[in-house]
C-alpha cells in the first residue's frame, strides 16, 4: 500500500516534471569518447539525431545510425560529418518491427565492424491507434518496437559488447520513458495485448517491459563487464508527439502549445549523451536516469521476480519468431 503511494506521488512529480521544459538539465560531462564505436537506433531525427551529433563532437570513432529510413539516415549522417567534421557516420538500414531485419542489421555490422562500445536503444513509437496494430511477425506493434526488438538486439550484439569491454565496460543505453510510472499494476498475461487494447496502455506497458529487461540483465551482464541502464529524456516536442493522432487532427493549435511546454530535442538528448559519456557511469549498472541525475524507477520496474518472468516470457515470443537467438 505505501509503495503504491510513493508509486502515485513520483507519478505526480514525474508528470509535472514531464511538461515543464524548465527542469531540463545541460549534460555536465565535457568527456569525450575518442575512437569509441557507437550505434544509435532511430536516429534519423529528433533525440536520437541529436545525440548522434553530440557524440560525434565528443570524437566518437564511428556511429552507426541505425535506421529505417535509409534515405533520411543518410542526409541526417552527411549533416553531422559537416556540422562536426566527424567523418566516421554510417547510415544502416535497422527496422526494429521485424526480428529478420534486425539480424539482418546485426549480421551487416557484424560483417564490417569487430568492436561496439556503446549501444543506445533509443527509436520508439506511440502511435496513438485505436486498432491494436500487429508486426509481421505477429505482435503488438508498440511492445515488439518499443521492447522485444531492442531485446532482441541487445542479445545479437551482447558477444560484441563483451569482446569489446576489455579495457573499459561496454554500455547498453535503453530509452525509456517516466511513463513507464503510470503502469500501477503489470498483467504479464497480456504482455501482448491480445485480450486487452489501448495506445497509451501499450506504450506505457512497453516502457515498463524495457526497465524490467534492464532490471533483469543489470546483474548478469556486469559480470562480462557490460553496463545496463534506463534513462527518461523528459516531455520532449517531437514527432513522438506531433504523429499522435489527436495532436495531428488539432495541429494548428496543439502543437504551438506543446512546442512552449516541452523540451527542444536538443535538451531532450542530454540524459542520453550524459549516460553514454560519463566516466563515472563505468560501473554504474541497472540504475534510471532523469536530467543526468540517478533517479529511481517505479517499484514495478525494480521487481526482481516479475523482471525475470518478463525476461523469459519476451525470450519465448522471440523464439517463436526466430530461428537464432
Ligand atoms: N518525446 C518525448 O517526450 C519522450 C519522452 C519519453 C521517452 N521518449 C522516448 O525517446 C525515444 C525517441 O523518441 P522521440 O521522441 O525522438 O520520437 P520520434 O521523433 O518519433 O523518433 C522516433 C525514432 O524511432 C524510429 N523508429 C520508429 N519505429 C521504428 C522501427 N520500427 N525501426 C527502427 N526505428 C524506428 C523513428 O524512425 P522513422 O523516422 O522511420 O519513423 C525515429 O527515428 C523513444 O523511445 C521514446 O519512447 C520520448
Given amino acids: 500500500m505505501i509503495s503504491l503511494l510513493v508509486d502515485y506521488w513520483r507519478f505526480i512529480i514525474g508528470c509535472i516534471s514531464y511538461l515543464t521544459h524548465w527542469f531540463g538539465v545541460k549534460c555536465p560531462s565535457e568527456a569525450r569518447i575518442e575512437g569509441k ?12 539525431k541529436e545525440t548522434a551529433l553530440e557524440l560525434a563532437r565528443r570524437g566518437a570513432g564511428k ?32 527496422d526494429l518491427s521485424s526480428f529478420r531485419l534486425i539480424k539482418q542489421f546485426v549480421d551487416d555490422f557484424i560483417s564490417t565492424n569487430d568492436r561496439l562500445d556503446i549501444l543506445i536503444n533509443n527509436a520508439g ?21 518499443n521492447h522485444l526488438g531492442p531485446l532482441y538486439l541487445i542479445n545479437l550484439l551482447k558477444p560484441l559488447l563483451i569482446k569489446s569491454s576489455i579495457s573499459c565496460p561496454s554500455r547498453i543505453i535503453f530509452v ?18 491480445t485480450s486487452f487494447y489501448h495506445p497509451s496502455i501499450c ?43 489527436t495532436v495531428d487532427r488539432y495541429s494548428s493549435i496543439l502543437c504551438p502549445i506543446l512546442q512552449s511546454l516541452l523540451r527542444t530535442p536538443k535538451m531532450g538528448s542530454q540524459t542520453i549523451v550524459y549516460c553514454a559519456v560519463e566516466p563515472s ?29 518478463t525476461y523469459q516470457l519476451s525470450i519465448n515470443l522471440i523464439k517463436k519468431s526466430v530461428n537464432q537467438f
Fill in 63 to 94: 556511429i552507426v545510425l541505425a535506421c529505417r529510413d535509409l534515405e533520411a539516415a543518410k542526409l541526417v549522417a552527411q549533416e553531422i560529418q559537416s556540422e562536426t567534421g566527424n567523418l566516421n557516420i554510417v547510415p544502416m538500414y535497422c
Fill in 176 to 193: 525509456t520513458s517516466s511513463a513507464h510510472r503510470c503502469m500501477l499494476r503489470f498483467n504479464i498475461d497480456n504482455l501482448n495485448s
Fill in 125 to 145: 513509437i506511440s502511435n496513438g491507434s485505436t486498432q491494436r496494430k500487429a508486426t509481421i511477425d505477429g505482435y503488438e506493434e508498440h511492445i515488439q518496437i
Fill in 37 to 48: 564505436v557507437v550505434i544509435i537506433t532511430g536516429s534519423n531525427r529528433t533525440l536520437g
Fill in 203 to 245: 506504450y506505457c506497458k512497453s516502457k515498463l517491459a524495457a526497465e524490467l529487461i534492464s532490471t533483469h540483465l543489470a546483474p548478469k551482464l556486469i559480470e562480462k563487464n557490460v553496463t545496463i541502464n534506463t534513462l527518461c529524456p523528459g516531455g520532449v516536442y517531437t514527432d513522438l508527439f506531433t504523429r499522435y493522432p
Fill in 281 to 309: 557511469l563505468d560501473s554504474v549498472t541497472g540504475k534510471h536516469f532523469m536530467d543526468c541525475r540517478q533517479t529511481l524507477a517505479s517499484s514495478l520496474a525494480r521487481d526482481k521476480n516479475l523482471a525475470e518472468k
